[in-house]
Nanobody
Framework: QVQLVESGGKLVQAGGSLRLSCAAS????????MGWFRQAPGKEREFVGG????????RYADSVKGRFTISRDNAKNTVYLQMNSLKPEDTAVYYC????????????????????WGRGTQVTVSS
């Protein structure tokens, strides 16, 4: 079992920055891939980005590439999502998730491939 708790979501103006955190517990943090997803009102949940076991492997959705950065601190069992140049269309509930894939570098993008989920944190970007 893995427990995930997201934090850091809030209301921010367009062009601003925000850092989300996701604290994990329950299993050896260094042996699973972490992903960030988001779900806007009336839309399906979508992949934002992910990071491999050591943090050196990352993958991003085209919509956030160059603006968002994912990192992880394995000593703190925490993964981060740094969001810069925020846009109103980034407004969503952001979720972190665990993929138990047995690979330190592969980052998958489909929801069904992720095994554990947090409850989400709301990010609202005003124009």
């Amino acid at each position: 079992q893995v427990q995930l708790v997201e934090s850091g979501g809030k209301l921010v103006q367009a062009g601003g920055s925000l850092r989300l955190s996701c604290a994990a517990s329950g299993r050896t943090f260094t042996t699973y891939t972490m992903g960030w997803f988001r779900q806007a009102p009336g839309k399906e949940r979508e992949f934002v980005g992910g990071v491999g076991w050591s943090g050196s492997s990352t993958r991003y959705a085209d919509s956030v590439k160059g603006r968002f950065t994912i990192s992880r601190d394995n000593a703190k069992n925490t993964v981060y999502l740094q969001m810069n140049s925020l846009k109103p269309e980034d407004t969503a509930v952001y979720y972190c998730a665990v993929d138990l894939i047995n690979s330190p570098t592969v980052i998958r993008t489909r929801l069904l491939e992720y095994d554990y989920w947090g409850r989400g944190t709301q990010v609202t970007v005003s124009s």
